[in-house]
């Protein structure tokens, strides 16, 4: 640090000394002597600045500048951190809820399958009735599952349960039955 602050005294004072003061208009011609009584005034002022008080002010300020450089270093590193811990929560989180929804995804088909079994029970036993029968069974039935299993009968046994149903329930089931196949 010691090492450091030396070389930025250095610096300074020799960046002060390039520095031009105020360039006159006027060109005036110095003796040598002169000139260099002038360099060591300019200098001598220069460094009157940095008494002993200045310098362990500077360096007091260098320090303290540093410390916070670290605490930001270091509040930045426990940031990411930190960042890092909840994006691998949040990960394993995405992990779970995708396992989960998978589980879901098979629970939805397992049950799909199993409604397509129920229907296809269900078409054989409208199947092998008397239409008379299959009317009265359909007329009380669920709307879908209706036309789900009429959608599934052979066109003549179907023509004949809808003219064995009441007129109302079997325009209503027609009509669906007609939106079921478009």
Do not use: W
Request: one cysteine or more.
């Amino acid at each position: 640090m010691k090492k450091y602050l030396f070389i930025f005294c250095l610096f300074y004072i020799g960046f002060s000394l390039a520095v031009d003061e105020k360039p006159n208009s006027e060109s005036k011609n110095y003796t040598e002597k002169e000139f260099l009584d002038a360099v060591d005034k300019a200098v001598n002022n220069r460094l009157e600045r940095f008494k002993p008080k200045n310098l362990v002010d500077l360096s007091k300020e260098f320090m303290k500048k540093e410390r916070a450089l670290q605490l930001r270093e270091l509040e930045i590193q426990k940031r990411g951190e930190s960042l890092k811990a909840s994006q691998d929560d949040l990960g394993k989180k995405l992990r779970e809820l995708q396992a989960r929804s998978g589980k879901l995804l098979g629970c939805l088909d397992e049950n799909d399958q199993n409604q397509k079994k129920r229907v296809n029970h269900m078409v054989d036993v409208v199947s092998g009735m008397k239409p008379q029968n299959a009317a009265d069974v359909l007329s009380v039935q669920d709307v879908g599952i209706a036309v789900r299993i009429l959608g599934a009968l052979a066109p003549d046994k179907v023509s004949k349960i809808f003219n064995a149903m009441d007129k109302e329930i079997s325009a209503r089931l027609q009509k669906q039955f007609m939106s079921m196949k478009k």
